[in-house]
């Protein structure tokens, strides 16, 4: 065991026994009564109120008290004032933030949630300032982040808690790609190698629409809005700098490695979720598994938190800076989520009247644009004056005075009710399926597939998600915006799939296309969908038909065999490559059991082997002209050209497909030369220069080479990849995945199991920042404790929070 970890069981142990017999006791202005938080040996606050108002004012407390810098960040990326302390180079994010914020009525969007949503959300936010308010008033005690930018957190306000800058929005980004790219090749050429399913799309372009709008930067401001950022060094104070000439090469790397996961991940960075009847279960209570897939961030995406209250009772995690719980369980049911793919956003063109660029044509109509005037206060320089731009449809993103156009953008998640996950509340206090099923009717962002298992033995699925309903299009492509081609409003999400107690004993979804053939409603399903593997796998092992153990489900979670491999591997066994490396490389590969384990040789080959095989592909089936615009080949296409060649290649395609394989195959046994050397057996996969997991600190670029070793966590091996049900990133980098996974048995709710990376805390001082980081990596769980009595064996520490 690594000296850090002995120090730290050590600790935990002198933190549980000093504490068992004393509780801390904290006064806390704004709560009406006593709250009692016991913390668990894995950092896991349970939080015990006597009114609701406190229990949400206690959430937000204490998970801003734990996630201080990760708050301040969400809170300047919510409401456009990141610039305000990095300056000029985050002026158009500001704008593009600000361009797309919510700008609704309070009340009517808090109630979507719960009908106490005002109420709720105004108590977790005037938790979270109170503590704000406390770290103000003695600075000393702030996280370091802020030492080192020279900063004070600020107050939040109810805009923050609903923003929707971090939620899962699709798809208008794609629609711009996939409109060029028809523009090049047209709409028969581009279905070739994209992979839309289950129906055909209509990627015909308007004709009205000019090509050479499509290829201006017509999306700017929104893309701003959805980036992502890095510290630089000037950013933070000298003391703490990173000096290195060699930062913009390890800014550039790093962004490289992000975008090459967002790119190569594309429909795959998803999630896995099941339920399975109590009949295939060895407790016979139904069980429910949920794995969720994110990029991975210092501190984690998640937070595990217990709600005690008079009608609440529910363990599990969500995002820290939202009130309530997505995924966990209560004393009735138990719950998670995927997403299931839902197209609501278009890209809107207009035309703009020659005299008055602000005046767009609509319904017969010149029309006026709504203005927004704003003040973007920017470090170092004057504050910046801003007009922001509306349509009927949406935020609108370019004006072209050349060609009497403009762009907008119309996003169903800025109506009411689209603050990703807050409709969870409702879920928390679900008592049956059908409360349950009522309760996913609210939950418009993002679209998911929710399951849901109960201890009477219940088990169930069902879609939900804000869903345009598109008559005259299919979505894919822009759109004309002058009325012809509206949305024709929004489908119930009670029409959405869903099923109750299926046949089969389990159900399983892994943002793959599960939408039954028979759905009567087909015209409303997206052509978007992660590839299968993950999902076929999990339905492979549950359909077994034998009695599981939790823990197995847990295994399955974690489960890296590779049903591309067990497709691809006969057709490269079945050639002659005719040289001594090549030959040795292949011998590694027969009777290979599929496993990216990572210890593995043949592991560490049959990938590179697939990722060289999926980028040739591209430069065999996409024409020059769209070489540039296409990005990432789906690998159900590349399995489907190789089971049947002929449709890829027009002459010779079985002979072709051969000579495809196995230059592609030499060429990763060449990439592995240079990566790992010419000795074969130190080509393990799920090592530091090959398949590891590195967990980057926000600022770690800015700072010096001591504080990354603090702030970040790894690296460490790690195995599988994106399309194995652990499913682990498909780069080098372990970048995206689960950081955060559950396991309930319905019968015993003490069985939970679960996991968070790297930990609760993202203060570097506590305890708890880094201690899940090596029992994730090698696939381990924790057990969740639920009832007061088990929660107390398991506490390391009681903080009693009074009124003032």
Known sequence: MKPKSVFLLIFLFFFSAFFSSFAQQLTVKGLLEEVEVIRDKNGINHIYAQNEQDLFFSQGYLAAKDRLFQFEIWRRRATGTMAEILGP?????????????????????????????????????????????????????????????????????????????????????????????????????????????????????????????????????????????????????????????????????????????????????????????????ESGFPFMANDPHRLHAIPSLRYWVGLHAPGWNVVGAGEPVIPGISIGHNEYGAWGLTIFETDNEDLRIYDIHPDNPTQYFYKGNWVDMTMVHDTIKVKGQVDEIVTHYYTVHGPV??????????????????????????????????????????????????????????????????????????????????????????????QPIT????????????????????????????????????????????????????????EEMGTLQNDYLALPGRKLLPYLLDLKLGEGNYISALNHLKGWDYRLEKSSIAAGIYVMWERKLRESSKALAVPDEAQDLVGAISMSRVIEWVETPEKLFSEKASEQRDLWLSNSFKMAINELEQKLGTNQSQWQYGQENYKHALVRHPMSLALSENWREKLDA???????????????????????????????????????????????????????????????????????????????????????????
């Open 495 to 550: 029409e959405r799939p869903h099923l109750t107690n299926p046949a089969t004993g389990f159900f399983v979804t892994a943002n793959e296309n599960v939408t039954p053939e028979d759905y009567p409603y087909q015209h409303t399903i997206g052509y978007e969908w992660a590839d299968p593997f993950r999902g076929d796998r999990i339905r492979e092992v549950l359909a077994e038909g034998r009695k599981f153990s939790l």
């Open 397 to 490: 993103t370019f004006i072209d005075k050349e060609l009497n156009k403009a762009v907008a953008v119309e996003c169903a998640w800025l109506e009411p009710g689209g603050a990703p996950y807050l409709a969870s509340l409702r879920m928390d206090q679900s008592k049956t399926w059908e409360e349950f099923r009522e309760a996913c009717g609210f939950n418009h962002i993002p679209a998911e597939n929710m399951v849901w298992a109960d201890k009477e033995g219940n088990i169930g699925w069902q879609a939900t998600g804000i869903n345009p309903i598109r008559n005259s299009h299919s979505g894919l492509v822009v759109s004309l915006g002058d009325g012809s081609m509206d949305w024709e409003g929004y």
């Open 89 to 281: 180079r985050e002026l158009e994010r500001d704008r593009g933030v600000r361009l797309f914020q919510f700008r609704g009525e309070k009340n009517k969007e808090l109630k979507h949630y719960h009908p106490k949503g005002e109420q709720i959300v105004d108590a977790f936010v005037a938790g979270v300032n109170a503590y704000i308010q406390e770290v103000r008033e003695q600075p000393e005690n702030l996280p370091i982040e802020f030492k080192m930018l020279d900063i004070l957190p600020g107050f939040w306000t109810w805009e923050v808690v609903i923003s929707r800058h971090q939620g899962l929005l699709q798809n208008v980004q794609d629609e711009l790609k996939y409109s060029r790219v028809v523009s090049k090749v047209g709409p028969e050429k581009a279905k070739a190698f994209y992979h839309f399913h289950p129906n055909e799309p209509n990627l015909d372009l308007p004709a009205e629409i000019p090509h050479e709008l499509l290829f201006k930067d017509i999306l700017a401001p929104y893309n701003a809005f959805r980036a992502g950022f890095v510290f630089h060094p000037e950013d933070v104070l000298p003391e703490f700098r990173n000096r290195s000439l060699g930062f913009l090469a390890e800014s550039k790397a790093y962004q490289n490695e992000l975008e090459e996961t967002l790119e190569m991940e594309k429909f795959n960075i998803g999630s896995n979720n099941w339920v399975i009847s109590g009949e295939f279960t």
């Open 714 to 804: 790894g690296p460490l091996p790690r195995g599988g990849y994106s399309f194995t049900p652990a499913a682990n990133a498909y780069g080098d980098n372990n970048t995206s995945g689960a950081s955060f996974r559950i396991v309930v048995d319905t019968g015993d709710w003490e069985r939970t199991l679960g996991i968070n990376t790297p930990g609760q805390s993202g203060d570097p001082e506590s305890p708890f920042y880094k201690n899940l980081f090596e029992l994730w990596a090698n696939d381990g769980f924790f057990v969740v404790p639920f009832g007061k009595v088990q929660v107390e064996k398991m506490g390391v520490g009681k903080l009693v929070l009074m009124p003032n």
